[in-house]
């Protein structure tokens, strides 16, 4: 029985190389990685024609022993690494037989190899033997513009349009998707605009310049392209979104969400153009718009669990806690997203001090990316309860995969040690964790905290000194090491040196004010202290600040305003110690 190149392909080529080699019209993986491939290779049609389906007759070629030879050689060749050889003989071959699967094969390795003269060359055969194999069409397309002559393109590329077109306008988008992989992007925007120009009244044409003019960063041209489209199809939202796009390019969020507002006045029925605007008012901090906007969305899209998250975490943000109860319970009973629903259920919870629910909500957290976080959450609530040995067995027991993961759980746990005032076991906790991050900053700035609960000063002195070593702009490292010189030396002016330097990075940071005005009280100098922590308690109304701006009053001879602040501080945050025990320091 002769056996044709077809029945090769099919029945015995991959017996007698055990499927290690495939077929004569295989895979990428042939001539390399099909990633390697794929980004080289300018055909984005190879599974529909350059697989079984082709648009002329296959030939029935008998495989003689030459021919068998042959294909054997090449596959060899190619597994070895020899692309030369293998291009040499899968050329021949389909110069012989005529078979498109064979030019199609050479045409591949070609490209591979980046041998653009040869790539040109079989890619001339494979359109020669299958003129309407759009794979083909877009091969020799790409074969030429890297062989620097684009004008020989654009035959190729119309051909695409029409085939492929249909009156959608997604033929345009098709060659501008290939024009865009190649590497001289100023000649294949240059092709580009030929093709426009023959299409001058196309608006999917001027929008698929558009794209490839950004992808070149030719935003100018993009813009104009984009606003060409629009005025021949205002109503193309796709074109509203490359729009907006183009204005993103500018950095100018304001403008962006001026347009989308615009367009969503335009079209009031376009989802994805509300979505959209919802999602830049978030970008900009506008969150009752973006609240409003969303509701909107629902109406339009109904039970869509992204867009009821949304809601959740928006009513959230602006602490509208019945609210967002409401739309993640309606996220969690779509039955999508449960660990996301969960957990930010739980957050809720432990906002409205519900800890036990919050605790329920935590432990059905069972995967996606919230999983840590939910269950240092459960630890966190476990240690407020009392259950501290629990709370730090759980998070021992936690596998994390990461150095941040580590990190965090340090910090956590350092935190739930000191909170318990086991400053000596927080300290060693610190030592272990520098001992496997050193120079971690926030690290340094932990262990430097249990330092001054330990009085070890030098200890902590020496770790801010390393932050700020590390980065001097780090105005927490500075204003720590200025407020505990203040505090616990009588190195003021140093003191004052440190803290100054963190207000001029952070001059509206209520805490450094604090630490300012009780530098400036340690001074002597009253005035300026009692101005520096009124402006602090301004911002916030902290506990420690309200001490220690009556602390600097009743020394003033202002016995009764010092009365007032800690009573006021005192209705705040009843029990404070730091306010009790100053108030029973100074009051009899």
Not at 260 to 282: G, H, K, N
Not at 552 to 564: H, I, M, P, Y
């Amino acid at each position: 029985m002769i056996l044709s190149i077809r029945a090769f392909c099919l029945v015995v080529y991959p017996l007698v190389l055990s499927g290690v080699l495939v077929g004569c019209a295989g895979s990428p993986s042939q001539v390399g990685s099909p990633a390697e491939v794929s980004g080289s290779a300018a055909i984005t049609s190879e599974t529909r024609s350059m697989g079984a389906e082709y648009n002329v007759e296959l030939p029935a070629v008998p495989l003689t022993p030459d021919t068998l030879y042959k294909l054997l050689v090449a596959e060899t060749a190619l597994q070895r690494g020899h692309y030369a050889v293998g291009f040499s003989q899968y050329f021949r071959l389909a110069e012989r037989t005529r078979d498109p699967r064979l030019a199609a094969k050479a045409t591949r390795i070609a490209i591979f190899v980046r041998d653009h003269k040869s790539a040109l060359l079989s890619a001339k055969l494979w359109v020669d033997i299958d003129p309407i194999n759009l794979a083909a069409r877009q091969a020799i397309s790409a074969a030429y513009i890297r062989s620097g002559n684009p004008e020989a393109a654009l035959e190729h590329l119309e051909y695409i349009l029409m085939e492929e077109d249909g009156g959608t306008g997604q033929g345009f988008m098709l060659v501008a998707s290939l024009l865009s992989r190649e590497q001289d992007l100023q000649a294949v925007l240059g092709v580009m605009e030929r093709l426009v120009d023959a299409h001058q009244e196309s608006y999917s044409a001027w929008q698929a310049y558009a794209h490839l003019a950004l992808r070149t960063g030719a935003v100018e041209k993009a813009d104009a392209g984009i606003k060409r489209s629009l005025h021949l199809e205002p109503d193309n939202v796709s074109a509203i979104l490359l729009q907006m796009h183009i204005l993103q390019r500018a950095g100018d969020k304001v403008a962006v969400v001026g347009y989308l507002a615009q367009q969503v006045d335009a079209f009031p029925s376009e989802s994805v153009l509300r979505l959209t605007y919802a999602r830049q008012l978030v970008d900009t901090r506008d969150y009752d718009e973006a609240f409003t906007q969303y509701q909107i969305v629902m109406k339009q899209s109904p039970g869509d669990v992204d867009v009821l998250f949304a809601l959740g975490l928006l009513a959230l943000q602006l602490d509208r806690q019945d609210s967002a109860f409401d739309f993640l319970s309606q996220a969690k009973e779509t039955g999508q997203r449960s660990d996301d629903a969960h957990f930010y259920l739980g957050q809720l919870e432990e906002l409205r001090e519900n800890q036990a629910a919050a605790l329920e909500h935590y432990s059905h957290v069972v995967g996606g990316s919230n999983l840590i976080e939910a269950r240092v959450r459960q630890a966190m609530i476990d240690a407020r309860q009392g259950n501290l040995e629990a709370a730090l067995n759980y998070l021992h027991s936690l596998q994390v995969n990461t150095p941040a993961q580590r990190q965090r759980l340090y910090l956590i746990e350092g935190e739930i040690l000191r909170n318990a005032a086991r400053h000596q076991e927080a300290m060693e906790m610190f030592n272990h964790a520098l001992a496997e991050m050193p120079g971690d900053v926030q690290l340094l700035y932990a262990r430097a905290m249990a330092a001054e609960r330990l009085d070890q000063l030098d200890l902590a002195e020496r770790d801010l000194k390393s932050i700020i070593e590390l980065d001097e702009s780090n105005a927490d490292a500075l204003n720590a090491l200025g407020y505990t010189l203040a505090d616990r030396t009588d190195r003021y002016q140093e003191a004052h040196g440190y803290v100054k330097r963190a207000l001029q990075l952070r001059p509206n940071d209520h805490a450094i004010l604090d630490s300012m005005g009780w530098v400036l009280y340690r001074l002597g100098k009253y005035n300026e202290a009692i101005k520096m922590l009124r402006q602090s308690l301004e911002i916030r109304l902290d506990p420690e600040v309200a001490a220690h701006l009556g602390e600097v009053l009743w020394v003033s001879g202002e016995r009764e305003d010092a009365r007032e602040i800690w009573q006021q501080a005192l209705e705040a945050a009843p029990g404070d110690k730091r306010l009790l025990n100053i108030m029973e320091r100074f009051i009899k």
